[in-house]
């Protein structure tokens, strides 16, 4: 298990705002170059225009505030965990302000990203086992206890694959689980 604290990754501006990198496989941070990218990105600017991304799939989920997404002649709107998939090929525009997280593989590796709303009531239990190339769980509100340690909001949790994790919300939790197949 790995686990990765929003608070305690380097930000960097972009054109719209702020970007976290939170996970990248493989590791090298060179920008272009990655099989599995995890980020958070911070829209501080309406309108704004998203960097391209040649040759990468994105997944874009909205976890505050609203936002409409432009690409290819079509604008849709997302709402707290809404999700929008498109290229990094396309030209994208946002208006409003928001944070989102970001899911990035290159297309060429024909990766699907899913994912999926988990809600859990305050002492309530969930087994997560990885069984994909790339399980993660995002704490989107509330807190959660692992082995007895307590993880709270804006904390990504990366599974190996094969591990299982008993999960035991400390309060009502809502956490957003992220799986690359």
């Known amino acids: 298990m790995r686990v990765i604290h929003v608070n305690k990754s380097i930000k960097q501006n972009w054109s719209g705002g702020t970007t976290t990198e939170l996970f990248r496989v493989p590791s090298d941070h060179d920008n272009l170059k990655f099989d599995i990218r995890i980020s958070m990105a911070e829209i501080n600017d309406s309108p704004s225009n998203f960097t391209p991304l040649e040759g990468i799939q994105r997944t874009l989920v909205l976890l505050e505030g609203e936002l409409e997404l432009t690409h290819k002649g079509k ?9 929008s998939k498109f290229s990094g090929d396309w ?3 946002s208006i409003g302000r928001a944070r989102v ?3 990035m593989t290159p297309a060429s590796l024909q990766y699907i990203h899913q994912l999926k709303t988990i809600s859990l009531t305050n002492r309530e239990t969930s087994v997560h086992k990885s069984k994909n190339i790339l399980d993660a769980l995002y704490i989107v509100n ?3 206890s692992i082995n007895s340690e307590i993880f709270y ?5 990366v599974l190996e ?5 008993q999960l035991k919300a ?4 809502t956490i957003l689980g992220i799986s690359i197949l």
């Open 161 to 165: 694959q094969g591990e299982a994790l």
């Open 153 to 157: 909001k804006d904390t990504l949790i």
């Open 75 to 83: 604008t849709e709107s997302l709402r707290h965990l809404d999700h």
């Open 142 to 144: 509330g807190s959660l």
């Open 170 to 173: 400390c309060s009502n939790l």
């Open 101 to 103: 997280l970001n899911i």
């Open 91 to 93: 030209t994208t525009q």
